[in-house]
């Protein structure tokens, strides 16, 4: 670890407005499973540079998880204070629905009870909300023109799938074309069997 962050920190120092370095080295942060403190002084200095870099938002999400160094408290928590002030087309608005497809397949793999009620969430005035917000916001013809913008599409489509709301999942798949991420669809199985089985189901 220790020469990847010298030269994540070397890197920094040779493009101090870049915000790469940062990237990197908050990534190898949360693969160490380094203290609350250094990731977020990372953080910090990665939103300095662009507040709403998508790769860091989803490490800090992967970090703030239950299976690493947080609780779902503490995703929440994150996900309110990006909500707040994110701009309607920032490369990072996928980051709440991300924290909501993460959660469910979380339930479904506990199995018992949580996995039988795993679909409920999407039910919630929460779930509910930022499902309207991306159909809404995202599904527009040019709306979305950050690099990630299918595999958001990718993820509004899954978790709309999840809501069992198969009409407006159908307005997604029409906005992503042929496109299939391998993320969510692989959590399902195979990704593009899952994503060819619900796109015909949507667009029938």
């Not at 020469?3 to 890197?11: G, H, K, M, N, W």
């Not at 662009?50 to 994150?78: I, K, N, T």
Request: aromatic content about 6%; hydrophobic content about 45%; proline content about 6%.
């Amino acid at each position: 670890m220790r020469p990847t962050v010298e030269r994540c920190r070397r890197a920094a120092e040779l493009a101090p407005n870049d915000p790469t370095p940062w990237v990197v080295l908050l990534g190898v942060l949360r693969m160490v499973r380094s203290g609350s403190q250094e990731v977020f002084q990372v953080w910090h200095e990665v939103v300095a540079r662009d507040a709403w870099h998508r790769e860091a938002h989803l490490q800090m999400l992967g970090y703030l998880s239950p299976e690493e160094c947080g609780s779902h408290r503490e995703v929440l928590d994150f996900v309110d204070a990006v909500r707040s002030g994110i701009p309607a087309t920032a490369p990072a608005i996928g980051v709440e629905l991300t924290a909501m497809v993460e959660h469910h397949h979380r339930l479904v793999a506990r199995g018992g009870v949580d996995g039988l009620m795993a679909r409920r969430q999407w039910t919630n005035a929460r779930a509910a909300g930022a499902l309207e917000r991306a159909v809404t916001g995202w599904t527009e013809p040019g709306r979305l023109q950050h690099a990630a913008a299918l595999a958001d599409l990718n993820l509004l489509a899954h978790a709309l799938v999840l809501a069992n709301r198969l009409p407006e999942a159908g307005e997604a798949f029409r906005a992503i074309g042929s496109t299939v991420t391998p993320w969510p669809w692989g959590l399902e199985g195979d990704p593009l069997d899952r994503f060819g089985y619900w796109q015909g189901q949507a667009l029938r």
